[in-house]
């Protein structure tokens, strides 16, 4: 079946930085897109980022564009969200998502002022 498995989240104080991971298995990862969304609490969830398969197109929403930076390794089935320059106004948890139905448990950022 289909997994998503996130992790690098936690603690970091404005400025900093954090690399989110998300391993995937149980379909052919080098043939779909795949998604980065968050939510923070009392709002709803939203895209952050994508990327195509085989990498070459990204999108962002424009809150985090150039901050955040999308990747994904195909030999690993793992896509990457690189968060720098990191603000109050990220935390939230961090979900991958592919083909919209299929999401991770998340991994919670927190940035503190």
């Known amino acids: 079946q289909v997994q998503l498995v996130e992790s690098g989240g936690g603690l970091v104080q404005a400025g900093g930085s954090l690399r989110l991971s998300c391993a995937a298995s149980g379909f052919t990862f080098s043939r779909y897109a795949m998604s980065w969304y968050r939510q923070a609490p009392g709002k709803e969830r939203e895209l952050v980022a994508s990327?195509?398969?085989?990498?070459?197109?990204?999108t962002y929403v424009d809150s985090v564009k150039g901050r955040f930076t999308i990747s994904r390794d195909n030999a690993k089935n793992t896509v990457y969200l690189q968060m720098n320059s990191l603000k109050p106004e990220d935390t939230a948890v961090y979900y991958c998502?592919?083909?919209?139905?299929?999401w991770g448990q998340g991994t919670q950022v927190t940035v503190s002022s």
């Open positions: 990327i195509s398969s085989n990498g070459d197109d990204t």
């Open positions: 998502n592919w083909r919209r139905s299929f």
